[in-house]
Each structure stands twice: as C-alpha cells, then as structure tokens.
C-alpha cells in the first residue's frame, strides 16, 4: 500500500488550504478509511479527520469541526480534506493514512502500526 499525499503549504489565519491523499493498492479498500493526523513540534500525533471509502462515514477532531470537510473519490481511491477558517493552532505536519475508522476514534501512539503512513506535509498558518 502505497500513499501519496499532496497540498499543504503556509498561509494566514483565516485562510483555506486542501489536501488531497491517493492510495495506490492492488485490491480495492473500501472496508478501510482514509484520512489524516497531524502533529504540531513537541507535540504527539492526533487524529483528525477520516472517512470510510465504503460508505462515508466521518471521523472529525472536535476542533475542527465546522471548518473541514472530508471527502474522497471512490474510484480513484482518494480523499480529500478541505481546511477552511484556518488557525495558527492547526500548524502541524499532516499525514495522510489508511486504516480502519475506529483508529481515529480512539488513536493512541501505540496504535501507529494500524496503519499504512504517507509522508507528511507541512501546514503553516500565520497569525
């Protein structure tokens, strides 16, 4: 499994950025989520959005809801975050990931192996 991550950036407070996440496996991974964590510096990874390429269900950090929406394409097997309303306290790495829903239910570290990691990018909102 095989995840490519794409977006992020540096813009000010109260702006708008997308991330988008491609998964490339050789069988279909509709019974798998797809989504994102982040991690601020000094900080340990959190959850924050995932959806189920089945059926749509949603996972959001509490934080963020109201502001970003998770979306995918089932056949092209990506998701897409859009962050609106940014805050300078949504200034981590992202990353995208795969796994099922209740990982971003319920996240700890030692859970991380649950599951497949793309490589992160960098969102800087500047107050």
């Known amino acids: 499994v095989q995840l490519q991550a794409s977006g992020g950036g540096l813009v000010q407070s109260g702006g708008s950025l997308r991330l988008s996440c491609a998964v490339s496996?050789?069988?279909?991974?509709?019974?798998?989520?797809v989504g994102w964590f982040r991690q601020a510096p000094g900080k340990e990874r959190e959850a924050v959005s995932g959806?189920?390429?089945?059926?749509?269900?949603?996972y959001y950090k509490d934080s963020v809801k109201g502001r970003f929406t998770i979306s995918r394409d089932r056949a092209k097997q990506t998701a897409f975050l859009q962050m609106d309303n940014l805050k300078p306290e949504d200034t981590a790495v992202y990353y995208c990931?795969?796994?099922?829903?209740?990982?971003?239910?319920?996240?700890?570290?030692?859970?991380?192996?649950?599951?497949?990691w793309g490589r992160g990018t960098l969102v800087t909102v500047s107050s």
């Open positions: 990931a795969t796994g099922f829903l209740g990982g971003w239910m319920n996240y700890s570290p030692e859970r991380h192996n649950e599951f497949y």
């Open positions: 496996q050789s069988t279909p991974i509709d019974h798998y989520a």
């Open positions: 959806i189920m390429v089945s059926d749509g269900r949603t």
